[in-house]
């Protein structure tokens, strides 16, 4: 027997099970048989509906937690750009201070230092 027969031969023998099988466990009248795969049939979907619902509400929990972790994180990260900003603002505001400072007493000194200048080069041509 060549491998295409032995696949033929399984699979017919496999639908006359199947039909065995179908007959044994089914009885029923065609009418009894269609209103039990109705039934059944409605069993599923109410199932499946519940199901889905149930991953839908999952899903939208999920959403919620999400979208608050990152309002959260937002709000932190506003916060610490303010921090942020409000350094920059002090230390800004320092070295201005300091560069004030610096151009006063440089200023200051240049002055003296430019009379004491003048007093010196009129000393050297007397």
Same mark, same amino acid.
């Given at each position: 027997?060549?491998?295409?027969?032995? $696949?033929? @031969?399984? $699979?017919?023998?496999?639908?006359?099970?199947?039909?065995?099988?179908? $007959?044994?466990?089914?009885?029923?009248?065609?009418?009894?048989?269609?209103?039990?795969?109705?039934?059944?049939?409605?069993? $599923?979907?109410?199932? @499946?509906?519940?199901?889905? #619902?149930?991953?839908?509400?999952? @899903?939208?929990?999920?959403?919620?937690?999400?979208?608050?972790?990152?309002?959260? @994180?937002?709000?932190?990260?506003?916060?610490?750009?303010?921090?942020?900003?409000?350094?920059?603002?002090?230390?800004?505001?320092?070295?201005?201070?300091?560069?004030?400072?610096?151009?006063?007493?440089?200023?200051?000194?240049?002055?003296?230092?430019?009379?004491?200048?003048?007093?010196?080069? #009129?000393?050297?041509?007397?």
């Amino acid at each position: 027997m060549n491998s295409g027969s032995k $696949v033929l @031969l399984g $699979v017919l023998a496999g639908a006359a099970t199947g039909a065995i099988l179908g $007959v044994l466990f089914a009885p029923d009248k065609g009418e009894e048989t269609r209103r039990r795969i109705s039934e059944g049939s409605r069993d $599923v979907t109410s199932n @499946l509906k519940d199901k889905f #619902g149930e991953f839908v509400d999952g @899903l939208a929990d999920k959403y919620e937690n999400v979208k608050d972790s990152a309002s959260d @994180l937002l709000e932190q990260g506003k916060q610490k750009a303010g921090n942020v900003v409000n350094a920059i603002k002090s230390e800004a505001g320092s070295v201005a201070s300091k560069a004030t400072n610096a151009v006063n007493s440089a200023t200051g000194g240049a002055g003296a230092a430019t009379a004491g200048g003048n007093a010196g080069a #009129g000393s050297n041509q007397a």
